[in-house]
């Protein structure tokens, strides 16, 4: 939801209340005085704003035993279930659901089918994911702070305006404002690979990085690019197109319209149409339908097999390293559904970024392969609500749209 404008005062107060609760959130235990001395606000201000946040609950205080048998200081620490947060992760033919608590630990996982591709059958399946998730972890309603909905595509996160949907095939749909109508909660939307990076970013393995990648494998290739403790999304909204970068201009067609796209040559569907055409050539033992099967066939000693990730990998490692050369991260992650292709795809990506990254930068990024599995997705589209609890008013306004 857009915040409403506010003024000078209200800002501040807003802005203020984003640094108490960042740390609360990340000190754990810690006394009025404490904050004081770590923001540098005033101790009026902290105390005026530290009660507005217990009368809401998102704050627990107690008192702890102090050695020096002085009266014993009040510490002040998070709620976890202050708040509950759902995420929902909208994938071609199921919806899939976190709730989950103030740290994003999840509390009940659901799926539903989609039963169709219209509009109308993916608005009432998320409405009906939210109810099952709500009795599955025992939260009412009104516990609610808000729904993340995270989806491939061009969009608009300060809009929510769904802008292109290569899966349904949908344009300029404003799915924020026709969720939030039919569900009266409060509704974020974003790119899928945005949501994941900001989860990685609030609560995931990048937490203290302030420039990382995130590098999503499977049906296609995805990148989201944290600058500076920010996601960067470009001039119009659309940064992080990694799998479209043309690796081939006489390569194979691309969804985009495009040809010979990274994404053609190293993603699921690619890789089984490099499958198809060994088979036709005598090089694989055996026909397979899925990457599952070209995995075992790899597994059990199949050379073309290896052949095909091999290739894909070093691809995929040389454009890794240009991308290490242009930003420099701390980070780079690697996950989604592709991560199962294993050692056959990672150990010669490794050697060709190892061979291709410029001398100097070579120690600067840590390779992660993350293997999340589809709640992650979900979890991350749950981390969009949370982020903007923690998040100050000041950084509102760096939500911009996306492309995925
Ligand atoms: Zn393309």
Redesign the pocket.
């Known amino acids: 939801m857009s915040p409403a404008p506010l003024g000078n005062r209200d800002l501040m107060r807003a802005h203020n209340r984003s640094i108490i609760l960042n740390a609360i959130k990340s000190h754990g235990n810690i006394s009025r005085a404490e904050i004081a001395r770590l923001t540098g606000l005033s101790p009026a201000t902290v105390s005026a704003i530290t009660a507005e946040l217990i009368k809401e609950n998102l704050v627990l205080e107690h008192a702890e035993g102090d050695s020096s048998g002085g009266r014993p200081p009040i510490l002040l620490r998070l709620n976890p279930h202050g708040g509950f947060v759902v995420g929902v992760k909208v994938t071609e033919h199921h919806l899939i659901g976190a709730l989950t608590d103030l740290t994003a630990s999840v509390m009940a996982k659901q799926v539903v089918t989609l039963p169709d591709h219209t509009l109308e059958d993916v608005l009432a399946g998320i409405a009906e994911l939210i109810t099952r998730l709500l009795h599955a972890g025992g939260v009412r309603k009104k516990q609610l702070l808000g729904v993340g909905i995270g989806l491939a595509g061009v969009v608009d996160g300060r809009q929510g305006v769904l802008k292109h949907s290569p899966i349904f095939g949908w344009s300029e749909v404003p799915l924020r404002d026709l969720l939030q109508s039919r569900l009266r909660i409060p509704v974020y939307v974003d790119n899928d690979v945005n949501t994941l990076t900001l989860s990685e970013k609030w609560f995931g393995t990048a937490r203290t990085m302030e420039d990382f990648l995130v590098i999503t494998l499977g049906r296609g290739v995805g990148m989201g690019i944290v600058v500076q403790g920010q996601i960067y999304r470009g001039h119009g909204g659309g940064a992080g197109?990694f799998?479209?970068i043309?690796v081939d201009p006489q390569g194979p067609a691309?969804?985009?319209?495009?040809?010979g796209?990274?994404?053609?040559l190293i993603a699921d569907p690619g890789l089984l149409r490099q499958a198809q055409e060994a088979w036709q050539r005598g090089e694989l033992r055996q026909p397979v339908g899925r990457i599952e099967e070209l995995v075992a066939l790899a597994e059990a000693g199949d050379e073309g097999a290896r052949r095909i990730f091999a290739r894909a990998g070093e691809l995929l490692g040389l454009q890794i390293a240009n991308l290490i050369n242009i930003f420099d991260p701390g980070m780079v992650i690697i996950g989604g559904e592709g991560t199962r292709n294993g050692e056959w795809l990672f150990a010669p990506m490794r050697q060709a970024i190892a061979r291709h990254v410029m001398p100097g930068l070579r120690n600067d990024a840590e390779i992660r392969i993350d293997p999340w599995g589809d709640d992650a997705w979900a979890r991350g589209a749950a981390s969009l609500v949370l982020g903007e609890l923690f998040k100050s008013p000041i950084q509102h306004e760096a939500i911009a749209g996306s492309i995925g």
């Not at 691309?254 to 040809?259: D, E, L, P, S, Y």
């Not at 796209?261 to 053609?264: G, I, V």
């Open positions: 197109e799998g479209h043309v691309c969804a985009c319209g495009g040809r796209c990274l994404e053609t």
